[in-house]
């Protein structure tokens, strides 16, 4: 059973991430962005990784989310109009997502991990090494969250404060 919901959770999990691709609307892809990272909350807490679940949550589903849904509803009132994100780079962007798909599933097929089937006190002693010494790389990862909303707001204001001179 609790294979079956990890299953389940890695499949909600790619398919909003997957969804993101292809909707127009930065307040859907917001919203599905959320759906990604509560699906890899329940992933953490199979996986015995009560804290870093927690940590998801709060942190990126909570804190992050919700303020880029709250500048996106900010935006859309000053605009008056749904902001909507063209892509230009289709065909490069098929290309690497392609080639990196290929090079996982590549990896996750050398991997003996579909062989074996893990105990509790093995997902339990993953969990752990995933909150202590892969902790970093998870915080690391938060960093970059923030940098990237702050770059974002910045680009936004110098923008709108250029294209009103």
Known sequence: MEQMV????????AASAIAILFVRQVFYAALLLLACLLAL??????????I???????????????????????TNRIEGKPLQVESHHRLIGFIISAILAKLLLYGYLQSDFINTNPSAKEIKSFGFALFTEYA?????????????????????????KSSHE
């Open 136 to 160: 970093a790389p998870f915080e690391i990862g938060g960093v970059l969250l923030l940098v990237c909303l702050i770059g974002a707001a910045l680009t936004a204001s110098s923008f709108k």
């Open 52 to 74: 870093l679940a927690i940590t998801q949550i709060l942190i990126y589903a909570g804190g992050v989310l919700v303020l880029i849904v709250f500048a996106i509803v900010v």
């Open 6 to 13: 990890l299953y389940i959770l890695a499949g909600v999990a």
């Open 41 to 50: 909350a329940g992933i953490y807490g199979i996986l015995q990784a009560g």
